[in-house]
């Protein structure tokens, strides 16, 4: 049984193919987050689910419906947008209660919809504002409670936070994860921020150039990237990348220390300091491998300064290769 | 500084060496007419070397009277202007002119009045007989018909009675052409020449030359009657409505379609030029049982403006005096359709026989010169008429459109029309 | 808080807007108050003998039932023709809005009509609906229609109507297009998504939010249709038949520069300042309380 199933999907405008066949299974109440740098085909993919863009070839199940040449208010689904995209001739309680009107859902169950949701949102004491009348915040709210009323089985978030400063996207992080512990929805996400793919999904899909390149929950993409593309994009700081005869070796600045005690089976690189980055719980050093960068991060203070040469140690079960022209990981099982 | 002085003193030579005095003449010929006066006026300016006479187009009438106002009041007028016959009154009583008669005797230049077409001055002369402007471009109303299309109606007669006319113009549609009759200038010629010709008055006070009190008459039973005939012909089309002035009745002619045409006769060039068929010209029809008076003329007439010296008022006087001569007058009406307006170019082109080549020619100045103009077949001098003309061009038009009865429609012109009689009789101290 | 600038020199100011201030004196204030100086007089057109005689030219006016006639005319062909130009221009705009990338060539032709002079723009559809050799008129003619805008009210009103409103088609498509390019794309897909269909979302969505242009819209092709169509009707219809299309402007022109009556002309241009004014107003109250959308 799943909620989304996508089967050879293809995006082309005229002679440029932007998605290339991709296939993926998404499961009831799973929260999905296509993740990947911009033009990489997520946005076009969670649009061909919505029904915004037309399918090239391949195929979209819904609830074991083929979506394919359905309008976007047929699909079951609700959609929240970048933009907000709200009326802004509307107030907040028109704009909540515009798409239940329009299934000419009965005056009392509208309102009382609008209620809970405005109650899950706080958005009770601004339901007769108009959207130009509320902060940032506030109106990412209301998206969400427009998705919220309809009470349908899947959600799709277009960049949701994108647009908020990062204390603010923080907050809605961990309010987008309650609401779907609270309702239970099958939800598809799509961002560029590696962030809150991993702290969001159950499941994370990294796309890249139209093709998915991974796809698993967060702690195996964390542990055991597909490639180096996904290694490089997964972390933070990204895992270092580098060239040591004819192989890539992807090793997270987690990983990395600057002695090799503690270390049940330790390998040592000798590295130049360039610059310390100290935010205070830890340190980044950005040292120099063979002329290759390799970011560093140390507990507390590091004892070393710039233009120092070191010794940097890692275990060697938490090294990772990649074939040099593939990028395919070498040990990925 | 000094460059400068010598190109200024050089063109003070220039002018100097080209020392004709300029005589600014404001017109309001078009098309055709326009090269027509043109070539007049150089022929004038080649025969002498005192003045330059410079013509300059102003639109139509309404638009070159306007300029003239304007021009007045900005000081800016020109020496000559012409002025359709319906702003005579406006002119006369405006303080800005002199009386052209005036002019001449001031200048010392002498007319041979008896010569010229009398029913053609006395329109612009005042109660006593003095000459207020200059005929120029004179014409009046006659009836053009389609030979051919009166061939296939089975016409014999060209009909020299409304009454006929209106047989006429029934068997016309009849034998299947889609209009009898069609007219132009409809005010001038469905009331202001049929009241003339029935010697119907058209104002009190003798048609407006008593003074300026005059108030509008011309809602009589005759002239009703005759709208009244022809509303009635609209609907089998025996009588159709084209539009104002002259162009799209005389295209509703020239293309074949209409069997007669009643407009002015200053339209025999161009109905020349755009008809394919065989033509003829008759005079105007009249009412069976009276004996038509003449008709009255159409057209426009040169003013002189006041604020010019001497030398200048005297090219005036010797450009007006040209006008006049015989071969300027020959070569006017041939190639305009205007009327010779004195009496040894009409003897001329009889004896040269040009009226039996065209006799069409000739219909205006015989309907013209029929019989001697009695007050009410002179002419009419009222103050507002363009606007008089706009009433009743309006109230026609509801007649033909059948929202309006012709006794109505008329009685409504007359009754509009005499507000803007008292309006302007306000206006005059 | 309004913003105040300082000068260092207090005449400075009044220095710098003295041409704009010259301009509206010599071409606004002053033919204005002459006019309204003329209303109240009666003069000959050379102005050689006037006399003031109050309010005796306003009286006339609405005594002459032409002139209460023309007041109904000047509404129905006002209203028709900013209804007609709005509504091509819309649909047109909304149309062109479909297509993502509009051809530089094709969007100048839509807009072309607008830089056609108003008396050759008459003069086109004239010709177009003449029922002997125009296109339109032939076509009407040949169908049955008894059609004859010389001779028939209606008719040539419907004609004066069409070339009056299709010379404005362009105006209003440039508007329109920028508003409806204006809204948000995501709020239209929003409103698709939460079940709204093509025309629901076009009346529901689009419309309300393109109201201030639609109001600004209004406003201009009512005084448009007011004060700028004489030479669209001086072109096709002259005021006829009997006065059928003899809008307010248009009796302007032919009572002043015709008949020569420039008291009665300045008293009707006096009354058309008057509905300028009004409409000013109106225009203004209402855009000062619209609310901005997006502020």
Redesign the interface.
């Known amino acids: 049984m799943s909620q989304i199933l996508i089967k050879k999907l293809v995006k082309k405008y005229g002679q440029n193919q932007v998605v290339h066949g991709i296939d993926l299974e998404i499961k009831p109440k799973e929260f999905v987050v296509l993740v990947g740098p911009s033009g990489c085909g997520k946005s076009t993919t969670l649009r061909m689910i919505a029904g915004l863009e037309e399918i090239s070839s391949g195929e979209i199940q819904i609830g074991n419906k083929v979506v394919n040449n359905l309008a976007p208010k047929d699909r079951n689904i609700a959609m929240v947008f970048q933009n907000y995209a709200l009326y802004p001739h509307m107030s907040v309680r028109e704009n909540l209660s515009f798409a239940l009107q329009l299934q000419k859902m009965d005056r009392k169950d509208i309102d009382r919809r609008v209620r809970q949701a405005a109650e899950i949102l706080g958005l009770m004491d601004l339901l007769e504002r108009r959207p130009g009348q509320l902060s940032g915040g506030q109106r990412q709210r209301v998206a969400m409670g427009r998705a919220i009323v309809r009470n349908t089985p899947v959600f799709l978030f277009d960049e949701p936070l994108s647009n908020l400063d990062a204390k603010l996207r923080n907050q809605m992080r961990t309010e987008i994860k309650k609401l779907h512990m609270r309702m239970g929805t099958t939800i598809v996400y799509v961002t560029h921020d590696q962030v809150e793919a991993m702290t969001l999904a159950d499941r994370i899909v990294v796309m890249k150039d139209g093709y998915i390149q991974q796809i698993g929950s967060p702690l195996e993409i964390y542990r055991n990237p597909a490639n180096a593309f996904v290694a490089g994009f997964i972390g933070s700081p990204p895992t270092n990348l580098i060239e040591i005869s004819g192989q890539i070796i992807g090793m997270r600045p987690e990983h990395i220390r600057l002695e090799a005690e503690g270390l049940s089976n330790p390998v040592g690189y000798q590295a130049q300091v360039e610059v310390l980055e100290p935010l205070g719980g830890e340190t980044l050093v950005h040292t120099l491998v063979l002329n290759q960068k390799v970011i560093v991060k140390c507990e507390g203070l590091a004892p070393v300064r710039p233009s120092q040469v070191i010794q940097i140690y890692i275990d060697k079960e938490n090294q990772r290769f990649f074939d040099k022209t593939s990028g395919k990981a070498l040990n990925y099982n | 500084m000094r460059p400068l002085a010598i190109i200024f003193s050089l063109l003070l030579v220039f002018q100097v060496a080209n020392a004709e005095t300029q005589i600014n003449f404001w017109h309001a010929m078009t098309g055709d007419l326009q090269s027509a006066l043109e070539a007049l006026v150089n022929n004038f300016n080649a025969s002498q070397k005192m003045y330059k006479v410079v013509p300059i187009g102003k639109g139509n009438y309404t638009e070159a009277l306007n300029a003239g106002i304007a021009a007045y009041r900005g000081k800016k007028q020109p020496n000559l202007i012409q002025v359709f016959e319906v702003g005579t009154m406006t002119m006369m009583s405006s303080g800005a002119i002199i009386p052209i008669q005036d002019l001449l005797a001031e200048q010392k230049v002498k007319i041979n009045w008896a010569d010229y077409v009398q029913p053609v001055l006395s329109y612009y002369e005042d109660k006593n007989g003095k000459l207020m402007s200059m005929p120029f471009n004179s014409s009046s109303p006659i009836m053009y018909y389609n030979k051919d299309l009166f061939a296939k109606a089975g016409i014999k007669e060209v009909p020299k009675t409304w009454q006929d006319a209106y047989k006429a113009s029934d068997a016309i549609v009849k034998s299947g052409a889609p209009c009898g009759m069609v007219v132009g200038w409809q005010p001038w010629i469905l009331i202001e020449n049929f009241s003339a010709i029935h010697n119907l008055p058209f104002a009190s006070l003798e048609n407006g030359y008593g003074g300026v009190n005059a108030e509008l008459k011309f809602n009589t039973p005759a002239v009703v009657q005759n709208v009244e005939k022809l509303q009635s012909g609209i609907k089998n089309k025996s009588f159709v409505y084209e539009g104002r002035r002259s162009d799209p009745a005389r295209n509703a002619f020239t293309n074949g379609r209409c069997g007669m045409y009643l407009d002015t006769s200053a339209q025999i060039s161009a109905v020349k030029a755009g008809s394919k068929f065989l033509w003829g010209a008759a005079p105007l029809p009249y009412n069976a049982g009276t004996k038509p008076q003449n008709s009255i003329i159409g057209g426009a007439t040169l003013w002189a403006f006041k604020g010019f010296t001497a030398k200048e008022n005297k090219g005036v006087a010797e450009f007006i005096k040209f006008l006049g001569q015989t071969d300027s007058q020959i070569a006017w009406h041939k190639s305009t359709g205007y009327l010779p307006i004195t009496l040894s170019a009409y003897k001329k082109l009889k004896k040269e026989g040009y009226y039996k080549e065209n006799p069409e020619q000739e219909v205006a100045i015989l309907q013209l010169t029929r019989t001697k103009p009695s007050v009410l077949s002179r002419g009419i001098r009222l103050g507002g008429f363009t606007q008089i003309r706009e009433i009743v061009e309006e109230e026609l038009e509801k007649v033909w459109a059948g929202t309006a009865t012709s006794k109505a429609a008329l009685d409504s012109a007359v009754e509009r029309g005499n507000k803007v009689l008292q309006n302007f009789a306000k206006t005059v101290k | 808080m309004l913003k105040r600038s300082h000068y260092e020199n207090p005449i400075l100011p009044y220095l710098l807007i003295s041409p704009q201030m010259l301009i509206v004196i010599l071409f606004f204030l002053w033919p204005a108050g002459a006019a309204l100086l003329q209303a109240f007089q009666?003069?000959?057109?050379?102005?050689?003998?006037?006399?003031f005689?109050w309010f005796d030219n306003f009286k006339?006016l609405f005594e002459?039932l032409?002139y209460r006639q023309s007041f109904l005319k000047t509404l129905v062909f006002s209203v028709s023709t900013a209804l007609l130009s709005l509504l091509m221009g819309l649909a047109l705009a909304a149309l062109t809005n479909r297509i993502l990338k509009i051809k530089t060539v094709t969007r100048t032709l839509l807009i072309w009509p607008y830089a056609v002079a108003p008396a050759m723009a008459g003069m086109l559809w004239l010709f177009l609906f003449h029922p002997?050799y125009g296109v339109i008129g032939h076509f009407l003619v040949s169908n049955g229609v008894d059609w004859n805008p010389?001779?028939?009210?209606t008719h040539a009103m419907v004609m004066v109507i069409i070339a009056a409103s299709w010379k404005q088609i362009s105006y209003n498509f440039v508007f329109f297009l920028g508003g409806l390019q204006a809204v948000?794309r995501?709020?239209l897909?929003?409103?698709?998504?939460?079940?709204?269909?093509p025309l629901?979302r076009f009346f529901v969505?689009v419309l309300?939010?393109l109201?201030p242009t639609i109001f600004f819209l209004i406003v201009m092709n009512l005084v448009y249709a007011f004060f700028d169509t004489f030479g669209v009707i001086h072109a096709t219809t002259?005021?006829?038949?009997?006065?059928?299309t003899?809008t307010l402007v248009y009796k302007v022109y032919?009572?002043g520069?015709?008949?020569?009556?420039l008291?009665?002309s300045a008293a009707q241009s006096v009354i058309l300042m008057v509905i300028t004014v009004i409409l000013t107003i109106v225009q203004f109250k209402v855009v000062e309380k619209k609310?901005?959308?997006?502020?």
Request: charge should be negative; aromatic fraction near 6%; proline fraction near 7%.
């Open positions: 009666i003069s000959d057109p050379f102005g050689q003998g006037t006399a005689v006339n002459t032409e002997t010389v001779l028939n009210g948000p995501s709020i897909e929003a409103a698709a998504i939460d079940g709204a269909g629901r969505i309300p939010l109201s002259e005021g006829g038949p009997g006065g059928a003899s032919s009572d520069f015709v008949g020569q009556d008291g009665g609310v901005h959308y997006n502020g």
